[in-house]
């Protein structure tokens, strides 16, 4: 399983690396799944993790190095949904915030259950879960402001906002929608998964 799992990274990461649209961009972009990598790797053998969680990680991977190779305002498919549906911008930045918040949720969860950090109920470990996804997202977004200062006339397709007002505030809204939507439908799912490393 973790040889198909490395593949499926490696030739993803090769594809968007091969002429992306903007190579400072998608460097930016994939950065995350790169340290991503580097500490699954890091801590493989000495706190391995659910396969539920290696999928999800792989999954949101693949989505920050398809938003890094095309840009997240450029991906051909959600121009073709545009235009469909008749939207006004392209939304598969939408997708990569759902996905910051649908991850992070099963790995904060993961973390705080092995680490036994909180132990009073599920509705706590729910509620300290969304929080700090949130708290995540909102640095992400710190973060995105920063970098696209720096990097000056790249800031729009950076950012990736096509002008729309709201764009850091939906992000967030989408991530909490995502950690929602990851612990209401893959708790069951995880706890089953989780009794091989709980006492």
Not at 70 to 77: C, K, M, N, S
Not at 128 to 153: D, N, R, T
Not at 163 to 180: F, R
Request: glycine fraction near 6%; charged fraction near 15%.
């Amino acid at each position: 399983m973790k040889y198909i799992w490395l593949s499926i990274f490696i030739l993803t990461l090769l594809w968007s690396a091969w002429h992306p649209k903007d190579t400072f961009i998608c460097f930016l972009e994939v950065l995350p799944a790169l340290i991503g990598f580097v500490l699954i790797v890091g801590t493989r053998k000495t706190f391995p993790l659910t396969p539920l969680l290696y999928t999800l990680i792989l999954i949101h991977m693949i989505i920050l190095m398809v938003g890094g190779h095309y840009t997240y305002a450029e991906v051909p498919l959600f121009d073709t949904i545009k235009e469909l549906f008749d939207q006004t911008r392209n939304n598969y930045d939408k997708v990569g915030h759902f996905a910051q918040g649908f991850m992070p949720a099963i790995l904060v969860r993961e973390l705080l259950l092995r680490k036994e950090i909180v132990t009073v109920s599920k509705i706590w470990l729910n509620y300290i879960v969304l929080s700090i996804v949130l708290a995540f997202s909102a640095f992400y977004e710190l973060i995105e402001w920063w970098l696209a200062l720096a990097s000056g006339e790249d800031a729009e397709a950076f950012l990736g906002t096509q002008g729309y007002v709201w764009d850091t505030q939906s992000d967030m809204m989408y991530a909490l929608i995502g950690g929602l939507t990851a612990l209401i439908l893959l708790s069951r799912l995880h706890d089953k998964q989780l009794k091989r490393f709980l006492p």
